[in-house]
Each structure stands twice: as structure tokens, then as C-alpha cells.
């Protein structure tokens, strides 16, 4: 990217903070925010919200990291985690929402989200998988976990244009 995608601003607002802004309007609490890349910068944008900024230690290309720096900084009653990003700038409050009422509803383990065929964040983990994500590695938000557990998946239908992600310059430009 060049720069730090999470300080970018769409619409007058930082991509960061416009994830959180919609995470803490969908009612998670607490609300963990893994950070690695420039993270004093990044919490200073986040000041005034209620969210627990945590810095990845020793930070590498590998996104297993981050969530698990995240899982270890949830509190040790938290029945289950939404895991989102910053960067998929169209999950909105109403995405992450609908991922809380179905975990209210439902005693799936895992409620994905699902573009067309493709899963992805924002997916919600009940805590019974939360051994899985620590073991786990590599990229992908628990893709692992996800496709092991998939049959006992309920997965939540967003149109595919929703999946879309900022990673270069020029997706970003298109915004």
C-alpha cells in the first residue's frame, strides 16, 4: 500500500475507526483492536472510543498473530468473538449485528459470513473453538477452523460486493 491502510480516510473518517465506530454501534464489548504497523498513530485515532487497543508482539506476515494476540487479550468469561478487519470497508453495523442475533439464536460453534461462495470476516467464534485459533497458523482469520467446521456452520448471506477489501492504491482510488 505505501502507507498504513488503517489510517486512510473514506469519507472523512480513518478505515480503522470507521470499523470500530461500526463494531461498537453492533453492541461488541469489549471490543479488542490488534494492531502491529505504526500502532501508537493508530491508537491516537481511537482515543475516544471504547475499545482495547493491543499491539501484536514481535509482528509478522502472519495473520494467525494478530488473532491470537487478540484472543489472549479477551476477557476469560467471553463466550464468543466476532473477528472483523479494518479494511473490508463495506461490513457494516447491520453485517455485524446480524452476526450477534444469530449467536443469540443459534448454538452453532461458528456463524460465518458468506459473499456468494467465498467466507469471510466478519465471522463469530464461540468460545469452544478458541483452542483451534490458538493452535492455528498462517493467513486467514482461522480459514482452517472455518472449513473444519463448516458442516456445523450457520452462515450469514451478504452480496459478494460487500467482500471487497482495500490492499493496493488503486482499490482504494475506486472507493
Not at 9 to 34: S, W, Y
Not at 44 to 69: Q, W
Not at 153 to 161: E, F, G, M, R, S
Request: aromatic letters at 4%; hydrophobic letters at 45%.
Amino acid at each position: 500500500m505505501g502507507r498504513n491502510k488503517l489510517l486512510l480516510p473514506l469519507d472523512g473518517e480513518p478505515l480503522v475507526r470507521r470499523a470500530c465506530r461500526r463494531a461498537l454501534a453492533a453492541g461488541l464489548d469489549p471490543l479488542v483492536v490488534v494492531l502491529s504497523h505504526e500502532a501508537a498513530r493508530v491508537q491516537r485515532e481511537l482515543s475516544d472510543l471504547a475499545c482495547h487497543c493491543v499491539v501484536v508482539p514481535e509482528p509478522s506476515g502472519d495473520m494467525s498473530r494478530s488473532l491470537h494476540c487478540g484472543l489472549l487479550n479477551l476477557p476469560s468469561d467471553t463466550s464468543g468473538v466476532i473477528v472483523m478487519l479494518a479494511d473490508m470497508v463495506h461490513v457494516t453495523e447491520h453485517i455485524v449485528q446480524a452476526l450477534v442475533d444469530a449467536a443469540r439464536a443459534s448454538a452453532a460453534p461458528l456463524i460465518c459470513s458468506r459473499y456468494g461462495e467465498t467466507l469471510a470476516p466478519p465471522v463469530f467464534f464461540r468460545r469452544t473453538l478458541f483452542a483451534e485459533l490458538l493452535a492455528s497458523t498462517g493467513e486467514g482469520c482461522g480459514k482452517s477452523i472455518i472449513e473444519r467446521h463448516r458442516t456445523e456452520a450457520l452462515c450469514i448471506d451478504w452480496p459478494v460486493t460487500a467482500l471487497a477489501d482495500v490492499d493496493t492504491p488503486d482499490e482504494f482510488a475506486r472507493l
